[in-house]
C-alpha cells in the first residue's frame, strides 16, 4: 500500500523523536513554564524576525489553535470572515460557532478569496443601515497554504491586508502547513509575521507529533493563558510541545532548520508526483504549487487504485469523475512517488476496453 | 533541588517512550482510526471488564476530557454536580461554563461529597415548586483520587451510584490519577466501570506524555467523534495517544501491566514520605493515602526549605502556617524521597531560636 | 409624513388594547400559568387544526422564538440549514450562533430555497467521508413569507417537507408574518401545522404590542419552560402575551377572527399599492405578494420622496437605483396608500430634466 | 382567595394603561427608537441625576437583563461574584452559565454578602498561585432588595463598592424591586448611581406589564444594541416599553411620580401585613422591610390557609414547619391586608387541639 492520503500517517520526525527522548527525563515545571517550552517560543519568534513584544503559545492541534485564536480576536459584537472552503467553515464541526462566534462564508476561488471580494463585501455590510442588527465582522481567516493546496502571493496578502486595516479588521492566517508555503512561495516568514495580527505555525503536519505555534507579532491578549484553559486547551506537560518545536527551529550550522527542510521535501515530493501524473496525462482540479495535489481519475481508473494507494476524496466534478487529494509529508520517499506514478500509469494504459474485459 | 511540585513534571515513563519509538515510522491513518489506537481502546476495555458495549476514547488533557464528557452527558436543562473542591469547580478556568453548563457546587470535606448530603440536595432541589427556574442536578462529578488526594472507598461510591440512580443522575468520575487510586483504595478498575456512567483513565500523570482515556461502559452519546471535534479536541495524530496507551496496559507475562505498577510505586513513594514526615512531627492538613500529601509547615521552616525542594502552594490555614502538596510520580526515586525528608528533619531540626538567629 | 417603513410602526390593535384594559385588573399568576394563557394557547391549537398533543408556548419577540426553537430542535451535532437571505442568518446579530449552533446558509432566489437545492446539498453532505468533521444539518428554517415578500406555495412546502423526512431532518416555519401570508398563499394553517416540526405565528406584526406563539404540533422538547428560562426569554406577567393572542384568534360570530382580518387587511392595502405603483410605470425587484413590496427608484426620484414617506432601504442593485421596502399592516388606510400613489407620480412625473433643474 | 404570591400578579397600574391607550394610535420607528423611549430613557437619567454620559435601555424581563448586563461587563476571563441565594445564582436556570459565564457563589446571609466576606474572597482568589487556572473575579451582583427582601444599608453598598474598585471589579445591582427598597431603605436613586457600574430599575414588579430599564451610569459598553439583539432582546415595538417608563417616571406637580408612589404603597401594605402577624404572634424567617415578608408557620397551620390564600412556597426550616413568601404590590388594597391578618388569626387561634379534632 502506498500511502498518500495525507500529511499526518507518520509520526514525528526522527529528530523530533531524538529530542524527546533526550530530554525525556528531566523533571519540569507545567503548563508551558519549563525551559524548553520558552527557548521554543524564542526560536519561534526568531524565525519571525519578531523581538519580545511578540507572544508565542504551543498548543495541542489545528482546529483548537484556530478557534482559541479566533475567539481571543474578536469583539463579543464580531465574527470571523473566511472561504466557504476553509477549514473553520467546513472542516471543524462548527467548533468556531460553538464558541458563539459567527463565520461570514465567502465563496472562494481555488481556496482563496480576493481583496477586491472582500473590500466589496465589507464595505456592503458596514453600509447597511441594518448592521446592529447583523454580525460585524472582525477578522479575517485565510488559510496558507489553503485547503486546495493553493498560495496567497505576497502582493495578494498585502492587498487583503490592507484592505482589512481600512476597514479595522484583524488578520488571522493559519499555517497548519506553512513551512511547505513558505518552501514554495514568495513570501518569507518575517513578512508573513508583518502582516498578521495573529497566525499559526504547524507542527502537526510538518515533523511534530502534535503542536501548533500560535504567535501574536504585537501581544497576545490579556490572560491568555486563562483563555487557552478556559477553551479546555491547557497542556499540563507543555514540556512535550516545547521540545519538538526546539528541534523543528534550531538552527543548524548553515542558517537552515529542520522546520525549512521539512517543508521544502514535502514540496519536492509533490513537484514530482504532479510532473509524473501530468506526464500520465492527468489533469488536476486547481493548480497546487504545495504538497496537496487534486488530480481528477475516471471513476473506473479510481476503482482499480484502491486497495493499493490510499488517498482522500475530495468532491465529484460529475458522475463520472472524482478529485482526490494526495498529500505528501517529510516521510514521503522518491521511490514512493515513482512508484505510485508507475502505478497510476499502469491503471491508465490499460484503456476503458482493457477495464471493461477485466471486471465480471 | 528535589521536586514534589506535581506528579506531571516528568516526561513519559521510559517503556512508553521505547513504544513510541518502535512505531514512529509506520504510516497510519489519523483521527484515532489507527491499529494503535484501536488496541488501546480494546485494552482499556479489557482492564475494565468491559465488552464491545463500551466505547473508549482518547483525548490530550484532563480538563478537555472532563468538559467534553460532561457536556456529552447532560441534557440540556441539566447541569453538573460536583465538591466545591472539584477541579471542575475550581481550576478549570470556567471550561465548564464555557461550554453552557452550571457546576453546582457541594461543600467539600477533604475533598468528598457525601451520599447523604448529595440526596438531601436533591430531594430539595427536586421537590422546589421553582424547578424549572433553576438548573436541573443532571450528573454528579466526583474524581476518585481527589484534589486532596483522598478516596472514595468502594460502599460510598455504591451510595452515591444508589443516590444516582434513584434521582435519575448519572455518574462521572474523574480519574486523572486512577491507577494511583487503584493502588491505595479498595476498589478494583472493573468495579469502578460498573458504578459509572463514565469516566476518564488518566495517562498523563500516569506515565504518558499526555493523554486521558474516556470511558463510557454502556456506550457514548451519538456521534462522538463529532462531539470530540466541535470541541477542538479531536487528535490528527491520534496514534501518539493510542501507542502511550497500549504501552501503559499491555499485560506482561504475571497478569500486570505497567499502568498498575505505575500506580503502585507512586502510591509506595507517598507513603514512604508520609511516614518520614510523621516521624519528624509534621503534621497533615488531611490524610491523603495515596500520592499527594499535604503537610503542614511553620512559614519560617517553609522558607528555609525554599530555593531546595520544589512543592505547590495549597492554602494558608492561619497567618504563620502553610498547606503545601508534595506529590509523587513514577519518576520519584526512593533517595528522592529520604533526602527530602532528611532536609526537613535538618530544617525542622534547627528549632524557632536558631531560626531567629540564623535569619538577618 | 407617510408611513411604510416596516409593520411594526403601529401600537397594538384597538381590540387588543381593547381586551388588555379588560383584563388589566385581574390577580393572576405569572409565567403563562394563567387562564388567558392557557386560553390563547388553546385557541392557537384550534386554529392550527391540533389537539392536546401540540404545545404552544407564547414569547415576546421573534429573534427570541426563533433562537429558542432552533436550539431546542436541534441535536449537539446538528445545524440549521437556512436561505441566505433568512432572518436567523443576516439579521438576528449572530443569535443563533451565539447559542452554540451554525447556520448552514443555502444561496436564495427571492429569499427562497427550492427542494431540488436542498436535496444536492444534503446528499453531498450525508455523503461526505468527512461529515465527522462537518456540522450535520438538522433543521430547515425557512420563514414564510420570506424576507423578501414572496410565498413557497403549497406544494414547495410539500417537496421540501418530504425533502426534510428523507434525510431525517426538522422542519422549522418562522411565521412572523403569518397572518399575512395565509391571506395571500394557498395554504392553510393546518396544512402548515402538518408539515411542521415546529413554526412560529406571529403576533408583534400581526396587532399584537409583542408576542409570538411557538407551536409544536406533535408535542415540545423536554422542560420546555426551562429551556426558556434558560434562554432568558420567560415573561413574569405571561398574561400580557397570552390576553394579546386571546383576542388575535377569539372566533366571532362568523366563523373568522382578528388575526385573519388582520392578514386580510395588509395584504389588501399592499396589493392596492403594488397595483398604483406598477400603474405608474414603477419595477419591482421581485414579485411579492404579501405585505412587503420591493420597488426600484431612482436614487434622484427617492431624495425628493425623502421627508415625507417613511421606508427601510433594501439594497442598491446598481449605482442609480435602490431597491427599498414598503410595508403595510393593520394600521394602513386606503387613503395613506392613495396619498403615497399620488406622492411617487408626482415626484416620477417631473422627469429627469425637471430634476436636474431643480437641484442647485 | 386572597392574593399575596407575587408582585407579578397585577397587570399594570392603571396610568401606564392609560398611557399605553393615548399613544397607541401613533406610527413610531421601531427597536427603541421612538420619541417616547428616548423621553423615557432621560426620565431615567433625571431620575438618577445623571447626564448625557449615562446609556440606558429598555428590555423585557428581568432574568434577561440581568444576563445582559452581567455578558457585557466582563472580560473573558471573568465571572460574576454573587450570594448564594442570588437571583443569577438560583433562580434564572442557568441562563448565566448558558452564556459561558461562571456564577462565583459567596454564601448568604439574610440574602446578603458582606464587604469583609467579599475582601477576603478576592485576596484569597487574587493571590493563589493557580488563578490562571481559575475564573477572575469581574463582577459583584448583588439584588437590591435581594430575594430575602432585605436591604443593604447606604454603608454597607459602599464598602461593598469600595472593595469593587480595590480590586478592580465592577458592580452591578438588580433593581427588579427598586422602587420599593428605596421606599424603605436609606438610599437615594443618585447615590445607588453614583455606586455602580451599571443597575436595573425594575417596571414588571413595579407598575408595568413588562420591562426593565438597564442604565448604565458611565456609559454602555460599545455597539449595546448589538448586544442586545445578539441576546435575542430587542424588542421590535420598543414603545411598548418607552411609554410604560415615561408613565412611571414623569414627574407630577408634587416632585413625585408613580414610580415613587407604587413603592411607597407596597412597602406600606407589606409593613402593615407584618404588623398585623407579628401581633398575632407569627414569627419570621428573616427581618425584611420592603415588600416581600417570609412568615413561618407550622405546616397544621398553613394546610388551613391554603385554598383562601395564595403564597409562595419558600423553604422548610424543620419537618413541621414551613416558610412562605407573601408579596404585596401597587394593587394590594389595605382591605386585602387586613382579610388576611384577620385569616390568619382565625386559623391560629384555632390551637393545635382545634386543629387535631378538626381534622378527620
Known sequence: MLHFMSDYMDGCHPEVLERLCQTNAELLPGYGTDPHSL??????????????EADVFLLAGGTQTNVIAIDALLAPWEGVVAASSGHVSLHEAGAVEFTGR???????????????????????????????????????????????????????????????????LRLYVDGARLACGLACGDLALPELARLCDAFSLGGTKQGCLFGEALVFPQGAPAHFANHIKRHAGLLAKGRAAGVQFEALLEADGAGDCLYWRIGRHAAAM????RERLAALGVT??????????????????LERLSGRVSWSFWEKPDASHTVVRLATSWATRQEDVEALASLVGEVLGQGPAARQGGRP
Chains 1, 2, 3, 4 share one sequence.
Open 39 to 52: 527557548r521554543a517560543c524564542d526560536l519561534v519568534r526568531q524565525a519571525c524576525g519578531l523581538g519580545g
Open 102 to 168: 459567527k463565520v461570514l462564508e465567502l465563496p472562494q476561488r481555488e481556496g482563496k478569496i480576493g481583496a477586491g471580494q472582500l473590500a466589496a463585501f465589507l464595505e456592503a455590510r458596514f453600509g447597511d443601515e441594518n448592521r446592529e442588527h447583523m454580525v460585524y465582522p472582525g477578522l479575517v481567516y485565510l488559510s496558507w497554504p489553503t485547503e486546495w493546496g493553493t498560495l496567497y502571493a505576497k502582493e495578494e496578502l498585502a492587498a487583503l491586508r490592507e484592505v482589512c486595516t481600512r476597514f479595522g
Open 284 to 301: 488536476f482540479a486547481v493548480d497546487s504549487p504545495t504538497n496537496q495535489i487534486f488530480p481528477v481519475f475516471e471513476d473506473a481508473a
Open 270 to 273: 509533490a513537484r514530482l508526483l
